[in-house]
């Protein structure tokens, strides 16, 4: 059974910095690209940031330049530094496999900008 499990969500002011990260099983975190998705109130849940195993990153133009994806193989761990955080960022925060496989969604990580 895969498991994602998604943490380093809070309250943060806007323009402040967070750190999420991710811990998936070894078995697809070794053969798939890894994505964060995130789903704000009464919006579809959408791809904001995306990286290969070999290490190349691609990200929604709402988040370059203030996210970035990263990864570390050995501790089958993909994170996501958020700076510049903008209230248009709250939401829940996921990470799954990119494109989407059908893996089960795990709890997800609360972000909340706000003043």
């Known amino acids: 059974q895969v498991q994602l499990v998604e943490s380093g969500g809070g309250l943060v002011q806007p323009g402040g910095s967070l750190r999420l990260s991710c811990t998936a099983s070894?078995?697809?975190?070794?053969?798939?690209?890894m994505g964060w998705y995130r789903q704000a109130p009464g919006k579809q849940r959408i791809l904001v940031a995306r990286?290969?195993?070999?290490?190349?990153?691609s990200y929604v133009d709402s988040v370059k330049g203030r996210f970035t994806i990263s990864r570390d193989n050995a501790k089958s761990t993909v994170y996501l530094q958020m700076n510049s955080l903008k209230p248009e960022d709250t939401a829940v925060y996921y990470c799954?496999?990119?494109?989407?496989?059908?893996?089960?969604w795990g709890q997800g990580t609360q972000v909340t900008v706000s003043s």
């Open positions: 070894r078995t697809i975190f070794s053969i798939y690209a």
């Open positions: 990286i290969t195993t070999g290490g190349t990153t």
């Open positions: 799954n496999v990119a494109p989407l496989t059908g893996y089960d």
